[in-house]
């Protein structure tokens, strides 16, 4: 349930995540900051998750077939830097340049684009990470 009280349907559940289409990079100004950043703090956080939703025009059907996007946050001196970089898997790099699916991701249901599944297919994106299809 929404905390509108609506039922969560197949449409909605990626409502949420949006697909990141780039790669960026830049510092983090001020007035995006509510309160300081602690000049003590020195350091890069990680954050790794699904960051492109969809291949070739084709939407998954839900985030954790997406594929996987590293985003730092890298801080020194009370600034913040940022930057994002697909994880480049071979799977990654072989859709990007076909510019459509060419495997399943772990949860994906059906076959590629619709149709027949194969319940013995096994050329998932990436069996070990599931968000770095």
């Given at each position: 349930m929404?905390?509108?009280?609506?039922?969560?349907g197949?449409q909605?559940f990626?409502?949420?995540s949006?697909s990141q289409?780039e790669?960026?990079e830049?510092?983090i100004t001020?007035d995006?900051i509510d309160?300081?950043i602690?000049?003590e703090?020195?350091g890069?956080?990680l954050?790794?998750g699904?960051?492109?939703?969809?291949?070739?025009?084709?939407?998954?059907?839900q985030?954790?077939?997406?594929?996987?996007?590293?985003?730092?946050?890298?801080?020194?001196q009370s600034?913040c830097?940022?930057?994002?970089?697909?994880v480049?898997?071979?799977?990654?790099?072989?859709?990007?340049?076909?510019?459509?699916?060419l495997?399943?991701?772990?949860?994906?249901v059906?076959?590629?684009?619709g149709?027949?599944?194969?319940?013995?297919?096994?050329?998932?994106?990436?069996?070990l990470?599931p968000c770095?299809r």
């Amino acid at each position: 349930m929404t905390q509108s009280g609506q039922p969560v349907g197949k449409q909605r559940f990626c409502e949420p995540s949006k697909s990141q289409y780039e790669e960026k990079e830049y510092w983090i100004t001020e007035d995006r900051i509510d309160g300081e950043i602690p000049k003590e703090l020195r350091g890069t956080l990680l954050r790794n998750g699904p960051g492109l939703l969809e291949v070739g025009g084709h939407k998954l059907p839900q985030p954790f077939d997406g594929d996987g996007l590293v985003c730092s946050f890298a801080f020194n001196q009370s600034k913040c830097y940022f930057q994002s970089r697909f994880v480049r898997t071979e799977a990654f790099v072989k859709e990007q340049e076909a510019h459509r699916m060419l495997y399943r991701g772990a949860f994906t249901v059906g076959g590629i684009g619709g149709g027949w599944f194969n319940p013995f297919d096994f050329s998932l994106a990436s069996a070990l990470l599931p968000c770095a299809r």
